[in-house]
C-alpha cells in the first residue's frame, strides 16, 4: 500500500484538485484508491458525494464512534473516499494518531 499526504497551510494552491485527479487517475488505471478527506471544508468529499447529513465521516471514525469501514462510501468499484466532516475543526489539535496507524496500517 502507498500514501499520498497532500498538505499545505496555504490556501486555494490546488491540494484538493491535486487529490481528485491523482486519485481519479490512479483508479482509471486499475489501483484500488482510498481517498481520505481530512479538510474541514469537505471540499474534496464534496466532489464525489451528495450532501448526506446523516453519513458517517472521518470524525466519527477518529473519535472512535465508528468503525472505518462504515465510514467509507464507494465511488466506483476502484474508488472509495471516507468523508470528510465540518466537526473534524473541533479535534483537529487532538487526534489520537494510534487509531490512524491502527486502521490504517501505516
Ligand atoms: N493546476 C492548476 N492550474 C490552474 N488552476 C488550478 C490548478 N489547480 C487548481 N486550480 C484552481 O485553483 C482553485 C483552488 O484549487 P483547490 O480548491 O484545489 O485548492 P485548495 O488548496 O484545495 O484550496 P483550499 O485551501 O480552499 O482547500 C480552484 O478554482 C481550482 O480550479
Ligand atoms: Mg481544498
Do not use: P
Not at 473541533?90 to 494510534?98: D, H
Amino acid at each position: 500500500m502507498k500514501t499520498f499526504t497532500v498538505w499545505n497551510h496555504k490556501g486555494g494552491v490546488g491540494k484538493t484538485s491535486l487529490t481528485s485527479l491523482l486519485s481519479l487517475y490512479l483508479s482509471e488505471t486499475s489501483r484500488k484508491v482510498l481517498m481520505i478527506d481530512l479538510d474541514s471544508q469537505e471540499s474534496l468529499t464534496s466532489g464525489f458525494l451528495e450532501e448526506n447529513e446523516t453519513r458517517k465521516t472521518v470524525y466519527d471514525w477518529l473519535i472512535g464512534k465508528a468503525k472505518i469501514k462504515d465510514c467509507i462510501e464507494e465511488v466506483n468499484s476502484n474508488l472509495s473516499i471516507l468523508s470528510g466532516s465540518l466537526l473534524v475543526s473541533k479535534i483537529q489539535n487532538s487526534v489520537n494518531q494510534s487509531v490512524i496507524r491502527r486502521d490504517l496500517k501505516t
